[in-house]
């Protein structure tokens, strides 16, 4: 398999993740990128010009994380990490769902005012923003999380990685005194082998 991917993308360190949980990181060849500069080789793989991007051993493209992470779930070894059944794939599918959305507020805060004119006042940073923290503040009093970290599903790890991203172009956002729990939570998800081997440098 092939994988396009930035270093500092959150959604593609969601997919190298899951790639290191599912004991698939030797079957992978990483492809580094910038997606901004919309290089040939991405493009004819992806037309959206985004990371991550994922070929299969037949040649298959697979764009979008979700998709991706999906593929690897189903192709690795080791246990799901997202149930195929209910009742057990509602508590993954809800938490993926706050931890997808906190990667895609905190991503849209930094490409917001990346991309912003001097004179252009951020109104969709500063909302996202808000959401970044009241998000916290839901994660901060999510009780299901308190042993997640021994056995962390999809959610639990999508949760994780836009923690970490946050923390990294967010600065302002000083939730650790605010949300003890979930900070000593993320403190031990950060020992995975995956989360530690995926961090950006």
């Not at 698939?24 to 004819?44: G, N, Y």
Request: one cysteine or more; proline letters at 8%.
């Amino acid at each position: 398999m092939k994988l396009y991917l930035n270093k500092t993308s959150p959604y593609a360190r969601l997919v190298m993740v899951v790639a290191h949980e599912k004991a698939l990181t030797e079957t992978i060849e990483c492809v580094w990128t910038d997606p901004w500069a919309s290089p040939a080789e991405l493009l004819a793989v992806n037309p959206y010009a985004k990371v991550p991007a994922l070929v299969t051993d037949d040649g298959q493209p697979i764009v979008e994380s979700a998709c991706i992470c999906d593929y690897l779930d189903e192709t690795g070894s080791g246990r799901r990490l997202f149930p195929r059944e209910l009742p057990q794939r509602l508590p993954a599918l809800r938490k993926y769902g706050l931890g997808r959305a906190l990667i895609d507020v905190a991503f849209g805060v930094t490409i917001e005012r990346r991309f912003a004119a001097p004179d252009h006042k951020p109104a969709l940073a500063e909302r996202w923003l808000a959401a970044v923290n009241r998000a916290l503040d839901v994660l901060e009093h999510d009780g299901t999380l308190s042993r997640s970290h021994e056995a962390p599903d999809l959610g639990d790890l999508a949760i994780a990685v836009g923690l970490s991203y946050a923390e990294f172009r967010l600065p302002e956002v000083r939730w650790r005194a605010s949300a003890p729990r979930l900070a000593q939570w993320l403190d031990r998800m950060a020992l995975r082998p995956s989360m530690r081997l995926s961090a950006p440098e």
